[in-house]
């Protein structure tokens, strides 16, 4: 009988503020052949994303909080290494909710989605034509309701989501403004992603420099971050604006409240449309948005980056560097 | 020649905080006949709306800033005194935005709208089918999109919209709760009004009050008054809620900006859509609303409460009672 080593990582209390180690316990148990019906994915890459400190809380929300003793939730690529289920075949490529782990083991096949290796890179699948980059495609065209011509700030604008965000602006005519880190990742946005500005929110006169970079307001403000740039990009929304909330970043670690944006009082003679959005709310629809992506990709129309930290083990530093923005386009661990 | 003697109130200077008789000088000039094309009104009544104390102010806004020197902007019901105009003969009744006097002149006919003093009281012009009750309407249904069934949570529910809010919501089958100021609103919104239920934000324990007052949630939430009610009923907003941000009449005396509500963070969990809205941009449909709030108001399932103050001279300390909450319903000066 062979067995397969799975290495794991538990959630062993609630992080206060940041995550560290201490948070989590790592183990590895022997994973027994798959019994009738399961399926055995050896994960490849696992995907780390902001949305996983939320689910670390006990706090209710759109998913229940990750339990005590239970392996961290996290998305990933991987491969079959064992099958006992009709349509999956040792070696296929699957992305899988298969939480922070080296062996999923699952009888719910419908989580397990094929994918095939020869389309595009697999990674892409945790990136630009994963949730990420649907993340990007409904938030900016549903929710944002984005027209030729408008301007779209967006902020973690070298992220996963945000440099996406920015290209598929590009692409639909609008001039794109991005809010990132550092005068590297500024350089970056303009320069390899085609962004038409950047500004530097480690740089001092932030609000100076957005409303430089924006001449004309912002008609579309993507919002993957909270707290000063959410209230510093609301002052100088266009009538009509939309503000679709993908994310708070800045806040997620927090240990107390921070108060809300001050500039919301604009929304009411602005007529501001500010929208809160889940990209699985859209799953039915993932299907017109995965071949749009995955051209514009391959056509280097969306230039993606990733940063892949390998081996699981390093998994509490490796996912501070979302915090922290050490770095570039989308995060994720080598299994 | 008869001339007409005007009373009338300028601004003197931009408020800071609360509203002072310093701020505005009180004149009166002797109006000469109409000219060719021209009409003067005699105003009875003159609206007093939160929304005046915005135009106070040298901020940009969805329209200009009252000058200082001119007369303060306020709209009103009057009666025709002289006319030189096609179409407009002495005692008909007209709305107006005559500013704050007794008597307006004017060349653009078409600002003024005559109304049928047979339809209903003419105050109700300023009130269930003037701007406040529009406001209600779209609001409500367009911004709000309310469906039977739902819960409706309105602030500043004894006021001109917030009372038209609760009672549209009621007609249209939702559970409705109100919030205003103290026990005797409170009991005039359950006992008189037809709300569901009341929650007094002068008391203690608002919060749990709410939650109470709520006990399925929240889907619309439509806010007056901004500030620490807009947070805490942001707090029980229900999945895909919606929040017409109609008014935020806590923070218009604020002469430091005032943190935003902490709990906008539960926007894109809850997925909720919360909407800055003008009754201005729905002008082309008052036609559609104006006879239905009329009907609704003459068989009384829209009750209306009025808050009529003698003496267009009394303008400041009237203007206050908007802010105070001393007053029930829609507020007017009696001219």
Redesign the interface.
Known sequence: MTTHTNRRWLLARRPKGPVTEEDFTFDTVEEDPPAEGEVLVAMRYISLDPAMR?WMNDAP??VPPVKLGAVMRAYGVGQVVASNAPGFAEGDWVTAPSGLQSIYRTRRRGDLRKIDPELCPTTWHLGVVGMPGLTAYFGLFDVGQLEEGETVLVTGAAGAVGSVVGQLAGIAGARVVGVAGGPDKCRFLTETLGFDAAVDYKADGVQEALAAACPDGIDVFFDNV?GPLL?AGLWLMN?HGRVP????IS?YNATA??????????????????????VM?YAERYGEAVPRLATWAREGRIQTRETIVPGLENFPAAFARLFSGDKLGKLMLGV
């Open positions: 939320g929300s759109y909270g209230e009538d909330l993908c994310g708070a806040q409240l921070p108060p809300g944006p001050r500039s919301l009082l604009l929304a009411i003679p602005r007529r501001l449309r500010i929208e809160g959005f889940i709310d």
